[in-house]
């Protein structure tokens, strides 16, 4: 893994942003302000951020449904497991350990979940873009683009633009995709008949199965579900965060109700920054958005430091230790679920060109 060019350009990613969090920071206050901070907050914030996780749970199964039901029970120590792998591995390859260890569990096509944890990563995205939108009418939100471009040399406009589009263009095309999976299926065929045989057909079966795992999007009625269920996970992700300002004081720097917008634009722009390919858990990009963020509201730069260090340890240490514990109780490490998820990646399934593999069917 460690090979690919890919995870370095992660790793130099979230390098990069991180020294130009650190830059933007005096250490010797960020340190002060976190020995002040009351982490007592803690217990009730990451208690908070396991219910969130439930309601990701909640989500997937849903997702899962027209492939096979399964209880939460068996589903809540899978997407703790992703979650893990995601805070540890670069490039989000935890969406990859993810799929691979459900099929194992519970020998679903690993294909079509993973095309269920798309749809996922782009509802969270369109739910994130709502929030801010909403917070938008209260807050000066072109504002706080400029100024974050600013940080980040990059022109607002384009910074807008980064965060947002990816999730529409992508949501859109998952739409069009699933209304009209037999044009789909008939363009794929076309395509990768001009492959070569064998890795014509193992393509062929693979874009199958994605499309499989996209049925949830056929009814407009599903659609709305998904993006209602997406609400509550990151209305309990944002209480976490809400939480956790009041060890730092920072509703002495805003109102109650001030801080309720505040907290929610913090949530959305720093979670659509972790997009960005970075190392595992958004390490850097989380930093540099949440913090940024909350300075050009009106936050104490080392306040706004300390804050984010701590919102970001809690978010990434509790899963990524209950992961490793569920796979401890299963018997596997990371690095074998790793080694065993981009190994079966390179065991395709075959099919013929129209002949689509069924969902139920491991790869």
């Known amino acids: ?20 969090f650190f830059s933007r920071i005096d250490l010797g206050e960020t340190w002060e302000k976190l020995g002040e901070a009351d982490y007592f907050l803690l217990i009730p914030a990451i208690l908070v951020y396991f219910v969130a996780v439930y309601f990701r749970t909640l989500r997937w199964q849903f997702l899962l449904n027209p492939m096979r039901t399964l209880p939460v029970a068996r589903l809540y120590p899978v997407v703790v497991v992703g979650y893990m792998a995601n805070n540890l591995l670069p490039v989000r ?26 749809v996922e990563r782009v509802f969270d995205g369109l739910t994130l873009l709502f929030f801010a939108a909403v917070v938008s009418l209260f807050l ?39 209304s009209s999976p037999k044009w789909l299926e008939a363009l794929v065929d076309r395509i990768t008949g001009l492959l070569p045989g064998p890795v014509g057909s193992r393509v062929n079966g693979l ?3 994605f499309i499989d795992g996209l049925v949830v999007l056929q009814s407009p009625r599903r659609l ?13 992700e944002a209480l976490m965060y809400y939480i956790l300002a009041f060890s730092f004081d920072l509703n002495k720097v ?25 190392a595992g858990g958004g390490i850097g990009t989380f930093e540099v958005a949440a913090a940024a963020t909350l300075t050009l509201l009106g936050a104490e730069s080392a306040t706004a430091g300390a804050y984010t260090i701590v919102v970001h340890t809690a978010l990434l240490v509790p899963v990524t230790l209950l992961g490793l514990v569920y796979l401890w109780m299963d018997k596997m ?6 080694r065993e998820s981009r190994a079966q990646s390179g ?9 689509t593999l069924k969902a139920e069917d491991p790869p």
């Open 207 to 209: 874009s199958h199965l």
């Open 140 to 178: 000066p939100l072109v504002g706080l683009l400029q100024g974050l471009g600013e940080k980040a040399n990059i022109p607002w406009l384009l910074l807008a633009v980064a965060m947002s589009m990816p999730f529409i263009l992508i949501a859109a095309f998952m739409v069009v995709a699933s």
């Open 224 to 236: 709305v579900a998904v993006f209602l269920l997406s609400l509550p996970v990151w209305l309990m």
């Open 254 to 278: 805003f109102s109650l109700t001030e801080m309720v917008g505040v907290i929610l634009l913090v949530t959305s722009v720093s979670n659509l920054a972790t997009s960005v390919p970075a």
């Open 1 to 20: 893994m460690l090979k690919s060019y890919r995870v370095w350009l992660a790793i130099g990613v979230s390098l990069l942003f991180l020294g130009l």
């Open 347 to 355: 065991r395709l399934p075959h099919a013929s060109p129209g002949n």
């Open 93 to 118: 390859l935890g969406e990859v350990v993810r799929a691979y260890y459900l099929g194992e569990r519970e020998k679903v096509s690993k294909v079509s979940a993973l095309a269920t944890i798309a």
């Open 333 to 338: 490490s990371l690095g074998q679920l790793t």
